[in-house]
């Protein structure tokens, strides 16, 4: 231990100071580390050369540019950045304040409402959760049958343009059906109203996609042969759903129920969409076979959860991304948090443990998320050519006592500050400033 403790200690001298610092992009080689690449498999003691926001050289002889600001990784490990599939960072902020909470818009469908407008970059929550090592988030409202768009976004910048990673999905939060009795405080519903509720749920839905599907065409036969025609009527809400309907954008599909689950992919089917994820899936390992066969990714979670049934097993929503990667679905794993968010990394080790294993869920965090969310071409791993969003660890970042000791987002060298270690340090070496010790009085017996 007492060597561990002085080879943090070393790194940490040897790191550039960046407390008060701002972050900055500049050329920077992190030498003789460990690096993981995640696509090209582990370097031993490899260099990592950034320039700019991307990583311009990688292996274990690397030139260091002249002029570039030399990191020692000696003893230390290189990870890319951790991506959560499903959070609500930057949407919420205090849950008993509303007016700090911007997840839910008024109406039942609104998807042409864009969570990148309402995040806030100078959240507490944020650099709270980069310092763990999670670099890119998935941020998504919540609320109605088509909420918005959720946005892709990196944990880095003054404003929510600087910060977006160039992918943004449609929610759809698909209808559940009622299983066993109410419940909930206040007057319950039937069950015969509450089946009511469903149908007329799963029919508002298909409505939905009907007249955006005439939209789309009517749009599209103007586009071909505008003369002599009227401009069709501007319509938000069909217009935001035509790129889920060509593929140019991602249908995030929140489902978790077993018969919610087969009724979804029945539903995708019967539809054509040609680019849809599911995203929760808390009960995919009942069909996950059903999902290996439709093709159908899933971004999971939360792992750190409590069985969906009293009669499953403790371990079940530990175990559901690895029995889901077993047969053959493409995973990625999602925390589904605001403030906690940080806990990734042991979503990601609870699922490793449970039968996932380490390889595995460190890819469902980093390239099978990127490419599950679409940017994988910039993120996800370590690659000449992608985005530097990286992170020196201590060791397996799944692991509760392995230390961050430095992050890069987009090439930027971020300091390792946030609330928490403010907190840490403030109360590691409390000094009231006062010209006498004030008297401790004993607590009354």
């Known amino acids: 231990m007492t060597l561990?403790?002085?080879?943090?200690?070393?790194?940490l001298m040897?790191?550039?100071?960046?407390?008060?610092?701002k972050a900055r992009q500049g050329t920077y080689a992190i030498t003789n580390a460990r690096i993981e690449t995640v696509a090209n498999g582990t370097i031993e003691n490899g260099t990592v050369v950034i320039e700019g926001d991307r990583i311009i050289a990688v292996g274990a002889n690397v030139a260091i540019p002249a002029g570039a600001e030399v990191i020692d990784g000696t003893g230390l490990q290189l990870?890319?950045?951790?991506?959560?599939?499903?959070?609500?960072?930057?949407?919420?902020e205090v849950g008993s304040v509303d007016e700090t909470n911007d997840t839910n818009e008024i109406g039942d469908i609104t998807p042409h409402m864009s969570a990148l407008t309402a995040v806030n970059p100078n959240s507490v929550a944020i650099p709270v959760t980069r310092v763990s090592g999670v670099t890119t988030v998935v941020s998504e409202s919540a609320g109605g049958l088509?909420?918005?768009?959720?946005?892709?976004?990196?944990?880095?910048?003054?404003?929510?343009?600087?910060?977006?990673?160039?992918?943004?999905?449609?929610?759809?939060?698909?209808?559940?059906?009622?299983?066993?009795?109410?419940?909930?405080?206040?007057?319950?519903?039937?069950?015969?109203e509450r089946k009511k509720g469903y149908e007329d749920a799963i029919a508002k839905l298909?409505?939905?996609?009907?007249?955006?599907?005439?939209?789309?065409?009517?749009?599209?036969?103007?586009?071909?042969?505008?003369?002599?025609?009227?401009?069709?009527?501007?319509?938000?809400?069909?217009?935001?759903?035509?790129?889920?309907?060509?593929?140019?954008?991602?249908?995030?599909?929140?489902?978790?129920?077993?018969?919610?689950?087969l009724k979804a992919i029945d539903w995708v089917k019967e539809r054509e969409l040609p680019n849809v994820v599911f995203s929760g899936v808390s009960e995919g390992w009942r069909v996950a076979d059903k999902l290996a066969e439709a093709g159908i990714a899933c971004m999971v979670g939360p792992v750190l959860a409590t069985p969906t049934r009293s009669s499953d097993?403790?371990?079940?929503?530990y175990a559901n991304a690895g029995l889901l990667?077993?047969?053959?679905?493409?995973?990625?794993?999602?925390?589904?948090?605001?403030?906690?968010?940080?806990?990734?990394?042991?979503?990601?080790?609870?699922?490793?443990?449970?039968?996932?294993?380490?390889?595995?869920?460190?890819?469902?965090?980093?390239?099978?998320a990127a490419e599950v969310l679409g940017i994988s071409d910039d993120y996800g791993s370590i690659e000449v050519g992608k985005k530097a969003n990286m992170f020196i660890s201590t060791g397996d970042p799944f692991e509760p006592s392995t230390q961050i000791l430095a992050l890069f987002i987009d090439g930027f060298?971020?300091?390792?500050?946030?609330?928490?270690?403010?907190?840490?340090?403030?109360?590691?070496?409390?000094?009231?400033?006062?010209?006498?010790?004030?008297?401790v009085l004993p607590a009354d017996n």
């Open 4 to 11: 561990l403790l002085n080879l943090v200690l070393a790194v």
């Open 14 to 21: 040897l790191l550039p100071q960046q407390q008060d610092q």
């Open 146 to 192: 088509l909420p918005g768009t959720a946005a892709v976004i990196n944990l880095y910048g003054y404003t929510a343009e600087q910060m977006t990673a160039g992918s943004e999905m449609l929610i759809l939060n698909f209808p559940q059906e009622p299983s066993g009795a109410a419940q909930g405080w206040g007057p319950q519903r039937s069950a015969q």
């Open 206 to 261: 298909d409505e939905v996609f009907d007249r955006a599907e005439l939209y789309d065409r009517i749009m599209t036969a103007y586009a071909a042969s505008p003369a002599g025609k009227a401009e069709p009527v501007y319509a938000p809400e069909m217009d935001a759903i035509r790129p889920v309907l060509s593929g140019d954008r991602t249908l995030m599909l929140k489902v978790n129920a077993e018969g919610d689950i």
């Open 79 to 92: 990870y890319p950045g951790m991506i959560d599939s499903g959070t609500n960072l930057g949407l919420n």
């Open 313 to 317: 097993r403790y371990d079940k929503a």
């Open 325 to 368: 990667s077993q047969a053959g679905v493409k995973v990625a794993i999602r925390s589904g948090e605001t403030e906690n968010v940080r806990n990734l990394p042991f979503n990601a080790g609870f699922a490793a443990a449970y039968g996932m294993g380490q390889e595995e869920a460190l890819k469902a965090v980093t390239l099978n």
């Open 413 to 439: 060298n971020v300091p390792m500050e946030s609330r928490h270690i403010d907190l840490y340090r403030e109360f590691l070496n409390r000094d009231e400033g006062r010209l006498q010790p004030m008297e």
